[in-house]
């Protein structure tokens, strides 16, 4: 008999991680392999992607490769994809993790800064969740892809200035529900995370702006990328199979305040 935890499993299971070089999507990645899963990683920078994927070949000895590729350009997202679903002989899961953010004044940021900022948190989500729906669609079985939000939908991230990271993660949301209802009727459920301040690499060196959070933040603490990894690991599980344009906020309690 199949128990709730055997749903939470991922054997058998196929598809790819993006930006999990490092970060929020090296644990996404870990995880789904600990649950059973074979991956691709995809990143912008193809040296760290190979060696995060070696590292977790030689760790649980499974079937995991890497690929660069930037997520806002179409033809590589197209190419890679194709490739992932060449290598695995199927996509089951497609978790859209990249993301960049900038900290330009609205009065003084340059129109191709703020654009860039867009073009990979809300278009290279689109593409690979398009490219993913239509492996999906073509193989006929069920599907989940999980795109990566952030509490900054819901609230205006301080001192810094990010209104194009903001703009980009609302659009995530919005996004999502909107490939939820369309891609419905194919049996493919689409969800987002959307995590509050965590201690990545990318953040731990600013300092006075991490005390600031903490402080803010009703835990007093920022989270880990284990934190986020979980709820990754729901929503492309069989546990959130009635779940679908699902909005899952990981933020400490930052945002109920």
Not at 21 to 45: H, K, P, S, Y
Not at 103 to 119: G, L, N
Request: charged share 20%; proline share 3%.
């Amino acid at each position: 008999m199949e128990t709730i935890m055997d749903k939470f499993r991922l054997d058998g299971k196929k598809g790819f991680v993006t930006g999990a070089a490092q970060g929020i999507g090296r644990a996404i990645a870990e995880a789904f392999v600990q649950a059973g899963a074979e991956l691709a990683i995809i990143d912008v920078n193809a040296d760290k992607a190979r060696a995060a994927a070696a590292e977790l070949s030689a760790r649980y000895e499974r079937h995991i490769t890497a690929w660069g590729c930037d997520v806002s350009d179409p033809e590589q997202v197209d190419a890679t994809v194709k490739a992932v679903a060449s290598e695995y002989g199927t996509i089951d899961f497609a978790i859209n993790n990249v993301g960049i953010v900038n900290f330009f004044p609205v009065e003084s940021v340059k129109p191709e800064d703020w654009k860039r900022v867009i073009d990979v948190n809300l278009f290279g989500t689109f593409l690979c969740a398009q490219a993913a729906a239509k492996v999906m669609i073509a193989q006929k079985r069920p599907g989940s892809i999980v795109n990566m939000a952030s509490m900054s939908a819901r609230i205006i991230n301080t001192p810094q200035t990010t209104s194009s990271y903001c703009t980009s993660k609302a659009a995530v949301v919005h996004l999502t529900r909107s490939l939820a209802v369309e891609l419905a009727k194919y049996n493919i459920r689409v969800n987002c995370v959307s995590p509050g301040y965590v201690a990545t690499e990318v953040v731990t060196d600013w300092t006075d702006e991490v005390q600031g959070w903490i402080d803010r933040t009703p835990q007093k603490r920022m989270g880990s990328p284990e934190d986020i990894a979980g709820a990754y690991l729901y929503l492309a599980s069989d546990a959130s199979g009635y779940a679908t344009g699902t909005e899952l906020l990981i933020d400490g309690g930052y945002t109920s305040i």
